[in-house]
């Protein structure tokens, strides 16, 4: 078993040493990249279960403990429910820097090259280190990176001078929050006669050492595709804390092991019954990603990750199973390395109709390497050049020798039409783009590699507007699977009565087609052909 050392980067915040949160401020160590490890050896992950909530409600059959200070400090018992609310509860204040370039952390001179470049041109700069370290006996696996950042603006307005950005220089600018100030507020917990009050956070652990913590009404869904939200009870290993989010109200956050996190995520990730060793390379994917993440998202928040999409889907415990489970403790710590010795940015989705697609269509900026779009079948040469116009409609009626196309999963994600009224499309068209008036025709303008929309023309009765984005796209168009698709108008030309999309694939088709891995496994590939397949150029390495 190789030893595996952690090094975590400074806190990313603001804030000065004599400001009023300063002395004895709980949230310190939340809003920092810090993570430590089980008595397990597993690394420990804290994830948001929602935010913005005015109430919590907690629970546990065996009991639940409360922890004013965290691991290692008081414990209160209490009956099995806890009620959470917060008094005076202040937001942060944050501010949005637009990213202009990326650098590896050993490359500072060039970095600092770029700052003098923008700050020659009057505007306003700041570098931002991100990312971990990890080390395997004296081997160093760095994620960090350097970012060269312009301009701040108020939080909420840092996309719309992208936008500019992208349109004036050409730039695929992101960006990046800093925390100025921390939120604050007085967290409350009653349960029964017992009322217990701390400044900022609370702490909540099972009296089992592994017992699960009911978080009741956590809302669930309305991201990726997903346009609807819905409430449910969920229940999750490891320790719970409350706290003030970003926005000044309550977040509920899971502090829990890696593994443990796993065990949840890849039966909601993969379906159990897969092939053993499609659930394997999914809980390696699954793992590099969960960790290649840490560090790298949600600065302005008191947790390392999310539970949707933007990070990765998280049910809590309960979801597990056998089957995923021996998958994600048979591959214990492995994960995969890219030819620069780094972890990969290990992206997947559902199915990717036939041909995955290249990470900058879908995401912008620059190339990845390792997530270059291919063909996913053996067999098949004649889109070996990509899905384009000319040929869509050939690909989207064959292309049947696709991983993706043979298997029980494939109905509904490898091939797909959805048929809308036009009344209804415009409608949902014109709360975003009210000048296009009644929709008479979609034309697109870019494709990606895989056939993947990434510009879409809207052309109506009063005039014309322009859509980019994959997701932004297929959200527009009523949460279609993917933008891999045709358009055909049902009706008279210039006033349509129904618009058909003829589709393939679910999801960004970016990395692994998880579908594809199962039609890998099924003819009896094993775990490293299944993601060498994918992911360009790989090895994989047992980090714990």
């Not at 204040?93 to 020659?120: G, Q, T």
């Amino acid at each position: 078993m190789l030893a595996l050392v952690m090094a975590t980067l400074p806190a990313l915040w603001s804030a000065q040493a004599n400001d009023e949160f300063s002395s004895g401020d709980k949230l310190r160590t939340l809003y920092s990249n810090h993570f430590s490890f089980t008595d397990d050896g597993f690394p420990q992950v804290t994830i948001e279960i929602m935010g913005g909530q005015r109430e919590v409600k907690l629970g546990a059959t065996t009991g639940l403990e409360l922890l004013p200070d965290g691991d290692g400090g008081a414990r209160i018992r209490g009956p099995e429910d806890w009620t959470i609310s917060l008094e005076n509860g202040r937001a942060a204040k944050v501010r949005e820097w637009i990213v202009v370039a990326h650098f590896p952390a050993d490359a500072s001179l060039d970095a600092e090259v770029e700052l003098a470049k923008w700050r020659k041109k009057g505007h306003k700069v700041q570098s931002f280190e991100v990312g971990t370290i990890f080390a395997v006996q004296g081997e160093v696996l760095d994620t960090r990176e350097t970012l060269v950042a312009i301009d701040p603006v108020a939080k909420g307005k840092g996309l719309a001078k992208s936008r500019v950005l992208k349109e004036q220089l050409g730039i695929d600018a992101t960006i990046h929050t800093e925390l100025i100030r921390r939120p604050s507020g007085t967290i409350v917990a009653r349960s029964g006669a017992v009322e217990v009050r701390n400044a900022s956070v609370l702490w909540f652990a099972n009296r089992k050492p592994k017992g699960k913590i009911a978080v009741k009404d956590v809302e669930v869904g309305g991201s990726g595709s997903q346009l609807k939200t819905r409430r449910t009870d969920r229940k999750y290993f490891g320790a719970v804390y409350v706290t003030v989010g970003s926005d000044g109200k309550l977040a509920v956050v899971n502090a829990v092991a890696a593994d443990d996190l796993l065990n949840g995520l890849v039966p909601s990730e993969m379906f159990p019954d897969a092939p053993m060793e499609a659930l394997r390379a999914q809980a390696v994917a699954a793992r590099t990603e969960l960790l290649q993440k840490l560090g790298a998202r949600h600065f302005g928040d008191p947790f390392l990750l999310c539970a949707s999409q933007h990070c990765q889907v998280y049910s809590g415990a309960g979801h597990e199973h056998p089957r995923t489970n021996k998958a994600v403790q048979s591959t214990r710590g492995q994960v995969m390395i890219n030819p620069k010795k780094d972890l990969v940015d290990a992206r997947y989705s559902a199915t990717c109709g036939g041909h995955s697609e290249n990470n900058e269509v879908v995401w912008g900026g620059e190339a990845d390497p390792v997530l270059r779009g291919r063909l996913d079948g053996p067999k098949n040469t004649s889109f070996k050049n990509g899905v384009t116009e000319k040929n869509l409609r050939s690909f989207l009626d064959s292309s049947k020798d696709s991983y993706c196309a043979k298997t029980k999963y494939s109905k509904g994600r490898y091939r797909w039409k959805v048929k809308v009224s036009a009344e209804a499309l415009s409608k949902r068209i014109a709360k975003k783009h009210p000048k296009v008036g009644r929709l008479t025709s979609l034309k697109p303008l870019k494709r990606g590699i895989s056939g993947r929309i990434s510009k879409l023309q809207l052309i109506g009765t009063k005039g014309e507007s322009t859509v980019e984005g994959e997701l932004v796209i297929r959200r527009l168009l009523g949460g279609l699977r993917s933008s891999l698709f045709r358009t055909v108008v049902l009706g008279p030309a210039n006033r349509p009565e129904h618009f058909e999309f003829h589709g393939g694939g679910f999801g960004h088709g970016v990395g692994m087609c998880q579908v594809g891995a199962i039609g890998m496994a099924d003819q009896g590939k094993t775990l490293g052909a299944i993601l060498g397949h994918y992911y360009k150029n790989i090895s994989l390495r047992r980090l714990y």
